[in-house]
């Protein structure tokens, strides 16, 4: 069993920045991949963004070159930095984990959510 405890996010203006946080405790969580997702209001949870157990990246286009993912396994925290931010970023943000070592974009694969963090980008 894996908990999953998110901290960051909040409110930001349009361009500024905001870092997203996931401090995982129970089973070793770097052997996981992890996830970034958001929901807008009336819309579909949507992949954001993903870390593979290896540290490979993977990023939705809506992010890509805005957003880092990262990882301290020391910490079993992943970590979701997020660059130049735009109204359309509002949502809450989940991170998730995966019993697997390969990132997916489909949420439906991960097993593991994070309690879900309000970021607002307001113009």
């Known amino acids: 069993q894996v908990h999953l405890v998110q901290s960051g996010g909040g409110l930001v203006q349009v361009g500024g920045s905001l870092s997203v946080s996931c401090a995982a405790s129970g089973r070793t969580f770097s052997n996981y991949a992890t996830g970034w997702f958001r929901q807008a209001p009336g819309k579909e949870r949507e992949f954001v963004a993903a870390?593979?157990?290896?540290?490979?990246?993977y990023y939705a286009d809506s992010v890509k070159g805005r957003c880092t993912i990262s990882r301290d396994n020391a910490k079993n925290t992943v970590y979701l930095q997020m660059n130049s931010l735009k109204p359309e970023d509002t949502a809450v943000y989940y991170c998730?984990?995966?019993?697997?070592?390969?990132?997916?974009?489909?949420?439906?694969?991960?097993?593991?959510w994070g309690q879900g963090t309000q970021v607002t980008v307001s113009s």
């Open positions: 998730a984990a995966r019993t697997v070592a390969l990132v997916n974009i489909d949420p439906n694969t991960y097993a593991y």
């Open positions: 870390i593979s157990w290896s540290g490979t990246t």
